[in-house]
């Protein structure tokens, strides 16, 4: 398990005697299953958070170019020297890992960061696994599994992403700072509102997944699916 914490800390002020100044950083707690747990200190949270941006630039609207690709690739390597690498030294012989991210960090994709061997990715290192919260493992795993696991099917795609609902659920604190998120980057640069056409291979796609779970499981295995608005 590596459980990272953004934290606050404290260095006395030079100037003011009994002040302290606040930096943010971040610490990952490595807990294996052979030795006691340690506890890395990674640096400052927004030297990172810029490096993770600079890394995931080229994937965002508008923005790949050749120029942010190049710097992504400067920008993998330095997060592996800087994140992964401390890591790495307490995970001898471990095949898989959970990762428990904090703030920025759960906007990384931690399976795309560079690996030991050239033009490699981490994971083909590790099994990765993703958790949002440590304290949650020891539930998932003293939980005993399904014997008859859902042969059942959910499918989802064909989305309009452009049609309001009739009638919008009651806003609560968290969905209008999401809907501020997605209004800001549907207007992109300009101000000018981006359209979201819908895909028409989409809706030929998920009748072929229907058909091939149908044929696996039977034509009475029940099947979700999501499509339209």
């Known amino acids: 398990l590596v459980d990272f914490l953004d934290y606050s800390h404290p260095t006395p002020d030079p100037t003011q005697k009994g002040h302290f100044n606040l930096q943010r950083r971040y610490v990952a707690f490595v807990v294996t299953k052979n030795h006691d747990p340690t506890i890395i200190g990674l640096g400052s949270v927004d030297e990172l958070r810029s490096v993770i941006t600079a890394f995931r630039r080229p994937f965002v609207a508008d923005h790949n170019t050749t120029a942010n690709h190049s710097a992504a690739d400067g920008s993998a390597i330095e997060l592996r020297k800087k994140l992964w690498e401390p890591i790495e030294e307490h995970l001898e012989t471990i095949e898989t890992v959970i990762i428990s991210p904090d703030t920025s960090l759960g906007t990384l994709p931690f399976p795309?960061?560079?690996?030991?061997?050239?033009?490699?990715?981490?994971?083909?290192?590790?099994?990765?696994?993703s958790i949002a919260f440590a304290n949650l493992l020891p539930r998932l795993v003293s939980s005993p599994p399904d014997s008859s696991p859902n042969k059942g099917l959910l499918v989802l795609g064909d989305v309009d992403y452009s049609k309001r609902p009739a009638e919008p659920h009651l806003p609560t604190p968290e969905s209008l700072a999401i809907?501020?998120?997605?209004n800001r980057f549907a207007r992109g640069r300009g101000g000018k509102t981006r359209e979201w056409p819908t895909l028409p291979g989409f809706r030929k796609e998920l009748n072929s997944v229907t058909s091939l779970h149908q044929q696996q499981f039977g034509a009475d295995s029940p099947v979700t699916n999501l499509t339209g608005a």
């Open 112 to 129: 795309a960061l560079p690996g030991r061997k050239g033009n490699s990715f981490l994971v083909e290192d590790y099994k990765l696994v």
């Open 179 to 182: 809907t501020s998120d997605v």
